[in-house]
């Protein structure tokens, strides 16, 4: 396949308000193990352009059994930022993000169709091994889910079944200091992980997302089930991790998405045909968070931001 040709025909997509923010900010990326060797020595701006960008979706729908979930999604994710995705309950978001790390697998009816590359790898290659896809690219989910273990146990248990050579006490102490936990918890950390309140869990499933050294975490609603201060730690802790992280993020929450994203993009769900009431979600529109707040292309991502649809 020709690369170039296939960059220029998404870049040339509607919805796609990139602003080609300066790539030298930003260290080159780190690839894929699995990733064959791409081209090196292209054209300076098209390799740094590339090197920006974690992941490139091109024309992806999602079914399930025959039923469209999500129809021809194309956008990219930057490295070092964070990408929201909005839009009302249905319009696929929770089946887009799970794309990213190819847990849609693990729906037996879910078939992705399209083209997820990450790093210039396609994603759902036959060579590649969606256990290690997950290990790079990890989830937290909307409620948090510790294993009902010990905080310590939590955290040691992503190397472990990795075989990782680490230390463990350094893996347990560095992820619960860069989840901004490591001080409410050090003196307990063998108490049950279900003794810690809401807002901790989901720091400590944060966490322990970080043991297994991922590049992009994946988050599907984080902060739904917290109050207002857990969550206030929580986009603290965002805005933190986005140093060395690429972090995507599903929510309700328009403050939250204004708040915490560099980019957002709008879902939308449709209905296929006025003969039945099926609906399948579409991209509306993406680009810089501020942009899309103040002066969205569309007017159903400015009826949906300003609540009057959705
Ligand atoms: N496991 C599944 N099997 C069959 N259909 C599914 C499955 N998961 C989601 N769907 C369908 O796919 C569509 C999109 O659902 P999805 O959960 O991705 O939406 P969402 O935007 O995340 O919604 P919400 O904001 O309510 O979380 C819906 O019509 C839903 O019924
Ligand atoms: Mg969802």
């Known amino acids: 396949m020709d690369q170039r ?3 220029q025909q998404t870049t040339s997509s509607p919805v796609d308000r990139d602003t080609g923010k300066a790539a030298t900010q930003r260290a080159p990326s780190s690839r894929p193990a699995w990733s064959k060797d791409t081209e090196s020595g292209s054209a300076g701006d098209q390799a740094t352009a590339a090197g920006d960008i974690v992941f490139d979706v091109r024309d992806v729908s999602v079914h399930y059994g025959s039923a469209p979930a999500l129809v021809n999604v194309s956008l990219k994710i930057r490295q070092r930022e ?3 995705f909005i839009g009302p309950s249905g319009c696929g978001k929770s089946t887009f993000i799970r794309c990213f790390n190819r847990t849609n697998d693990l729906i037996p009816t879910a078939k992705v169709s399209g083209r997820i590359n990450y790093h210039e790898q396609d994603l759902y290659a036959k060579e590649v091994d969606a256990v290690e896809v997950r290990r790079r690219i990890g989830m937290v989910f909307q409620k948090p889910n510790p ?23 350094e893996v347990v102490e560095t992820s619960l200091r860069r989840a901004a936990l490591w001080d409410e918890v050090k003196n307990k950390l063998k108490q049950n992980a279900y003794s810690l309140s ?8 944060i966490a322990r997302a970080l043991t297994v050294d991922p590049e992009v975490i994946l988050m599907d609603e984080p902060c739904s089930a917290l109050d207002p201060i857990a969550t206030a730690h929580i986009e603290d802790l965002m805005r933190e991790l986005e140093r060395d992280y690429t972090i995507i993020i599903v929510t309700h929450n328009m403050q939250q998405a204004a708040r915490v994203s560099d980019r957002t993009a709008f879902f939308t769900a449709e209905v ?3 003969n039945n009431d099926r609906r399948f979600g579409r991209l509306v529109e993406i680009g810089d968070t501020s942009m899309i707040f103040s002066n969205p292309n569309d007017k159903r ?4 931001i300003s609540g009057r649809f959705g």
């Not at 010990?150 to 248990?157: G, H, V």
């Not at 991502?301 to 949906?304: G, K």
């Open 147 to 169: 294993f009902p273990k010990s905080i310590y146990d939590n955290l040691t248990f992503g190397p472990k079944v990795n075989r990782m050579k680490v230390n463990l006490d």
């Open 82 to 84: 964070i990408t929201a």
């Open 5 to 7: 040709m296939s960059e």
């Open 301 to 304: 991502t400015e009826d949906y």
């Open 272 to 274: 296929e045909s006025e």
């Open 198 to 205: 809401g807002g901790q869990q989901q720091r400590l499933c």
